[in-house]
């Protein structure tokens, strides 16, 4: 107990701080807070810089440092929702209703600017011929109003076969989903 006390002064090895260490300790000598605060502001910098700078690709990549392999995380996709599928069934097929209408009546007055209905009328007149084909229309048989209403028609029945369709899929997708464990999904972290 008294031995360690009595040792001489000489004899203790000093201690020293962080600026007073040389290069023959076996000690590594971290550079100054200032000069690696300087040093991570200087790479945040060229990162940014790079990255306002779209064309400059190397640039880039040089800043953001070596190139990280993509994480990937495998899901399973187990159950799926149907009152929220039937909510976009729903929304996609009241879109696709409207986009059907719209085009059926564009389809309809291109053909009747370009004088189709009359070319029709002209022809059955010469092919068939007589008094009774005088007064022949093709109009009165398939007009706008008839093709539109017909087509206003066509697009309700798809709004509500579509939704239910949709709805039952989600339903079935479940139940296979318990018997099987579902759809596997392997996603990637994209790095460009």
Known sequence: MTERSAQPATQRTPTRTGSERSTADDTAVRPPLRQRIQAKVANVTDEHRANA???SKRAAKKASGP???????????????????????????????????????MVWSVLGAANV??????????????????????????????????TMLVAAVDVI?????????????????????????????DNA
């Open 53 to 55: 700078e779209p064309e």
């Open 67 to 105: 190139a990280k392999p993509p994480r990937r995380a495998r899901l399973r996709l187990t159950r799926i929702d149907p009152w929220s599928v039937m909510k976009t069934a729903f929304l996609l097929s009241i879109a696709f209703g409207v986009v059907t209408v719209v085009s059926v009546i």
């Open 117 to 150: 209905w009359d070319s029709i009328n002209q022809t059955i007149q010469d092919s068939i011929g007589g008094n009774e084909t005088a007064n022949f229309d093709i109009e009165n048989y398939i007009g706008t109003s008839r093709v539109v209403g017909f």
């Open 161 to 189: 076969l579509l939704t239910a369709i949709a709805t039952l899929g989600a339903f079935l997708y479940n139940m296979a989903a318990a018997l099987l464990g579902g759809i596997e999904v392997t996603l990637a972290e």
